[in-house]
T-cell receptor, first 109, second 116 residues
Framework: TQLLEQSPQFLSIQEGENLTVYCNSSSVFSSLQWYRQEPGEGPVLLVTVVTGGEVKKLKRLTFQFGDARKDSSLHITAAQPGDTGLYLCAGAGAQKLVFGQGTRLTINP | DTAVSQTPKYLVTQMGNDKSIKCEQNLGHDTMYWYKQDSKKFLKIMFSYNNKELIINETVPNRFSPKSPDKAHLNLHINSLELGDSAVYFC???????????????FGPGTRLTVT
């Protein structure tokens, strides 16, 4: 069974600080995705990383796929209150996505 | 121009009842999914369909029966509802389940089911 562990599960920081969220597994994935979910809404895809070692940037968000394609990280620089939300990583397995349990991020003004 | 829509948004019902949730996507995607998100926000796949054909049934009780009348619709019928069925159910779609980036999924807004 493929599992994804996200850490931390909860993170509350002040506006302007930097943070990193981790997504780890003992399994290899063909690709890995990060989603963001707002309360009362469905997850929205932020990025897909496919190649081991790949780094993608989305404004203040930097996503990295591990060399062995077993783990990923999301780094946010100068966090803003608008970054508040539930961040989910998801690994592409056999015909399906396997989701981590999520990181609930709160950015305090 | 809602990409993936679900109805109803909220569903409150009693144990033992039968209920349905409808999902429609206007993205022209071939693959549709049902997910269950529990109170701890853990999102787990239940079913996937590709062009109206069942691809994945993730050990879901047979009280749950998906139906795909066409590739733009995937409905979920639940018989004999139990307390443990209370959760948020999300419908999603993707271009396909094969090929490059097959799993970039677009989610509906969710249906919050409460069984009392």
């Amino acid at each position: 069974t493929q599992l994804l562990e996200q850490s931390p599960q909860f993170l509350s920081i002040q506006e302007g600080e930097n943070l990193t969220v981790y997504c780890n597994s003992s399994s290899v994935f063909s690709s890995l995705q990060w989603y963001r979910q707002e309360p009362g809404e469905g997850p929205v895809l932020l990025v897909t990383v496919v190649t081991g070692g790949e780094v993608k940037k989305l404004k203040r968000l930097t996503f990295q796929f591990g060399d062995a394609r077993k783990d990923s990280s999301l780094h946010i620089t100068a966090a803003q209150p608008g970054d508040t939300g539930l961040y989910l990583c998801a690994g592409a397995g056999a015909q399906k996505l396997v989701f981590g349990q999520g990181t609930r991020l709160t950015i305090n003004p | 121009d809602t990409a993936v829509s679900q109805t109803p948004k909220y569903l409150v019902t009693q144990m033992g009842n039968d209920k349905s949730i409808k999902c429609e996507q206007n993205l022209g995607h071939d693959t549709m999914y049902w997910y269950k998100q529990d109170s701890k926000k853990f999102l787990k796949i239940m079913f996937s369909y590709n062009n109206k054909e069942l691809i994945i049934n993730e050990t879901v009780p047979n009280r749950f029966s998906p139906k795909s009348p066409d590739k733009a619709h995937l409905n979920l019928h639940i018989n004999s509802l139990e307390l443990g069925d209370s959760a948020v159910y999300f419908c999603a779609s993707s271009l396909s389940f094969a090929g490059p980036n097959p799993y970039e999924q677009y989610f509906g807004p969710g249906t919050r089911l409460t069984v009392t």
